[in-house]
Nanobody
Framework: QFKLVESGGGSVQPGGSLRLSCTFS????????MGWVRQAPGKGPEGVSC????????RYKDSVKGRFTISRDNARSTVFLQMNSLKPEDTAVYHC??????????????WGQGTQVTVSP
């Protein structure tokens, strides 16, 4: 049974930083890409970042390039999203997600419940 549990969300001022974590279980990490998807109030979900099972190949949404960094530790079944220079438009619920194979265009088969990130003065 796939299980993904996020943590690390919170409220920060613009320019601040947060580090999201996601622990996962129920599947073989070596076979699955891991990603982060966010959903702001009144908007549809959007893929933020993805990392292949090799922990080397990564993708980022243009608006977060240079500010966010995705990483993973397969031995600990954990994926991270380091978010720096946060902006109010980053406010959303952030979901950890996964699918078999390499990263693709923000389409995932399994999602976690999400963690709230709020950026405001």
């Amino acid at each position: 049974q796939f299980k993904l549990v996020e943590s690390g969300g919170g409220s920060v001022q613009p320019g601040g930083s947060l580090r999201l974590s996601c622990t996962f279980s129920g599947f073989t990490a070596d076979d699955y890409a891991m990603g982060w998807v966010r959903q702001a109030p009144g908007k549809g979900p959007e893929g933020v970042s993805c990392i292949d099972s090799d922990a080397i190949n990564t993708r980022y949404k243009d608006s977060v390039k240079g500010r966010f960094t995705i990483s993973r530790d397969n031995a600990r079944s954990t994926v991270f999203l380091q978010m720096n220079s946060l902006k109010p438009e980053d406010t959303a619920v952030y979901h950890c997600a996964t699918h078999r194979g390499p990263c693709r265009n923000g389409r995932y088969d399994y999602w976690g419940q999400g963690t709230q990130v709020t950026v405001s003065p």
